[in-house]
């Protein structure tokens, strides 16, 4: 028999609770949207919403709050709709450091069936988080009450609140790296790095690179695919072709003399673009032998082209030579971004003398890598040479937001590897250089009695294996066996 009673009892709680689950309201208060997203960067952005009563019968009176996290958002505009024909508003008050809106409007005239917008709020985004965190908070509607006419009972209703999700993207990195610290004049240079988004490698990215040397003259500019060149380029190079002065094509150049290039350009955007045009040739033995540039505004769906000479110097090797064309909004040292990967172009060299060794060829790079390999030419000195690296990238989903990165480092040139002073001999000076950073590391050891970065010499470290970041016996073997060189 007890078995017997409880047994009812819990049926008749679950047929209540399943009631209760059911029970779903004519009248609806809800936001409008129910859903806002964004996504970053979306600092200072605004958006509007609206509280909005739908299918309400014989409405007196409404009062509600709504209730957002002030560390996200900003409640910046309130606009009160006429629902009623005539009102009286009791209460229209902001409270933003415990982020509630209190809204209570009577009719001064009949009551109101329908539906319609009670309020609408704009508000600004005051936190967007960093990747990989997202941030959201509900837009709360609270103490809601409708009132019928003339019974001035409450009206029941559902209440939807709203949701505001703000989202991270993943961030742009670029890195850029050279094989040394540290080269003689006439080495090869190799420049290299990954493009990444988040964590995943960009497959259809461009890096534009400027090798700027210690005058401040440009002497390699290029713009490397990460992998594929990207379905869609604003500004596309259709052709580079080596010409006369005529434009007729030409395919050998002898030293001394002008070279010329044709580069034909498209302008595929829906509006007109500046576009900085280069050209930059390198010998048979991949030395950079010559850069020439154009500014130019390209018509939006336009075709242009523009011919371009440069001397080809006495020095230049003979044999098969290279040009690569680029399309640019500026040069990458003023933070400037390619429109498209480069096109090449070969031609030849010619004249009295032995021919060079070697040709160039360029190669596509694995997923969001790049790389360029140069030789240093003997007429642009020593010094501190700078790479200045870009990439832009469209995110395009799901923000179809543009993302900008640049990075850069240095290198050193001198005419001796090991000599350190650039006397143009490795003498004593260069073995005591050497010796005073024995023992030195770019990062302490906890572990050893005394701080091993206090004479650290990133330029000495030039071991066999060099930049491993310590300095020991190795290295001064290395300059003691160059000892006495000489230019």
Request: proline share 6%.
């Amino acid at each position: 028999m007890k078995f017997t009673g409880m047994f009812l009892i819990l049926a008749l709680f679950f047929s209540m609770f399943i009631v209760s689950v059911a029970q779903a309201y004519t009248t609806k208060l809800y936001v409008d949207p129910s859903k806002v997203e964004c996504w970053a960067p979306a600092l200072d952005e605004t958006f509007v919403i609206n509280v909005t009563v739908a299918n309400v019968s014989n409405l007196r009176t409404y009062n509600i709050k709504l209730y957002w996290n002030t560390t996200l958002l900003d409640l910046v505009e309130v606009n009160v709709q006429p629902f009623f024909d005539s009102s009286y508003i009791d209460k229209n008050e902001t409270n933003e450091d415990q982020g509630w809106y209190w809204l209570h409007v009577a009719t001064l005239g009949g009551p109101k069936t329908g539906s319609g917008v009670l309020v609408t709020l704009s508000f600004k985004i005051t936190y967007e988080p960093e990747w990989p965190e997202n941030a959201t908070c509900t837009l709360d509607l609270t103490d809601t009450r409708l009132e019928d006419w003339p019974s001035f009972e409450p009206i029941l209703h559902d209440v939807i609140d709203g949701e505001y999700s703000c989202y991270s993207t993943p961030p742009l990195s670029l890195t850029t790296v050279t094989d040394k610290l540290s080269y003689e004049v006439g080495d090869s240079v190799h420049i290299y790095g990954n493009l990444t988004l988040g964590s995943s490698p960009v497959q259809d990215g461009i890096v534009a690179l400027e090798v700027v040397n210690d005058s401040d003259q440009t002497i390699v500019i290029r713009c490397q695919s990460t992998g594929v060149p990207p379905a869609s380029q604003i500004v596309e190079i259709v052709d580079v072709t080596p010409c006369d002065d005529q434009g007729n094509p030409q395919t050998i150049f002898y030293r001394g003399y002008l070279a010329h290039f044709n580069v034909t350009i498209r302008n595929n955007d829906i509006e007109t673009r500046p576009v900085l045009i280069t050209i930059n040739t390198y010998d048979a033995e991949n030395r950079p032998i010559g850069i020439k540039a154009f500014n130019a505004q390209v018509t939006a769906g336009a075709t242009s082209w523009v011919m371009l000479g440069l001397g080809i110097p006495d020095t230049a090797s003979f044999g098969e030579a290279m040009v690569y064309a680029s399309t640019l909004n500026k040069w990458p040292k003023a933070g400037g971004t390619a429109y498209c990967p480069e096109k090449s172009a070969t031609f030849e060299i010619s004249g009295s003398g032995s021919a060079g060794a070697g040709t160039q060829s360029s190669s596509s790079n694995p997923e969001g890598t790049y790389n360029l390999t140069f030789k240093l030419p003997s007429n642009n000195g020593v010094g501190n040479y700078t790479v200045y690296a870009s990439s832009e990238y469209m995110v395009h989903e799901p923000t179809q937001k543009t993302r900008k990165v640049t990075n850069e480092v240095t290198f050193e040139v001198v005419w001796l590897k090991y000599d350190f002073d650039g006397d143009g001999e490795v003498d004593i000076g260069d073995v005591r250089r050497v010796a005073r950073a024995y023992g030195s590391a770019a990062v302490d050891d906890p572990e050893t009695p005394y701080d091993e970065t206090e004479n650290w010499d990133p330029v000495v470290d030039v071991a066999p294996e060099g930049g491993n970041g310590k300095i020991t016996i190795a290295d001064v073997r290395e300059v003691a066996r160059h000892y006495g060189e000489t230019i």
